[in-house]
């Protein structure tokens, strides 16, 4: 295998992850053993992915948020690594950006830089945004975790 970006990676094991609905672990492994990645890049990649994962009811949303109309599932995948890096990782502006642009295709790359700008601006207003949301949007999980806090709080 071609030498792989950490973000490549990522958005790679993200992809496998939805369209095989396999274990996410057994996803990461297999691709992080067919590079061969600097331990810090390895950490990176295995950050990105989970990160997203463990948020993903909450990047949905803020995707919904940026955009009104259906955004097709291989450039949401791209989003959601973007936008985890800016609002989770609080990646520098330029590079989240820019990485992440270059992680598409050359039509979808201005869609991307327009939607991550426009989340550098209005950074402010998503996560309170997120907030004032039913709990399952902050909180991902899955629906028998969601059920059990709910009983436990009501």
């Not at 030498?3 to 492994?29: E, G, N, T, Y």
């Not at 989970?50 to 599932?73: K, P, Q």
């Not at 709990?135 to 009501?154: D, P």
Request: glycine share 2%.
């Amino acid at each position: 295998m071609a030498q792989l970006s950490a973000r490549q990676i990522a958005l790679q094991a993200l992809r496998l992850w939805r369209k095989q609905k396999r274990f996410a672990d057994s996803i990461i492994s297999e691709l992080l053993a067919e590079t061969e990645l600097k331990p810090s890049d390895r950490a990176f990649a295995l950050e990105l992915f989970y990160g997203v994962l463990r948020n993903l009811t909450l990047l949905d949303f803020w995707i919904r948020c940026l955009r009104a109309s259906r955004v097709e599932s291989d450039l949401r995948d791209i989003l959601r690594l973007g936008l985890y890096q800016l609002l989770f990782l609080e990646t520098a502006e330029h590079a989240a950006v820019h990485e992440t642009v270059s992680l598409a295709s050359k039509k979808q790359r201005t869609i991307i830089n327009a939607m991550l700008r426009a989340a550098t601006r209005r950074r402010s207003e998503l996560h309170p945004c997120a907030e004032a949301q039913p709990l399952f949007v902050c909180v991902n999980g899955t629906i028998f975790l969601r059920q059990f806090m709910r009983a436990s709080i009501c």
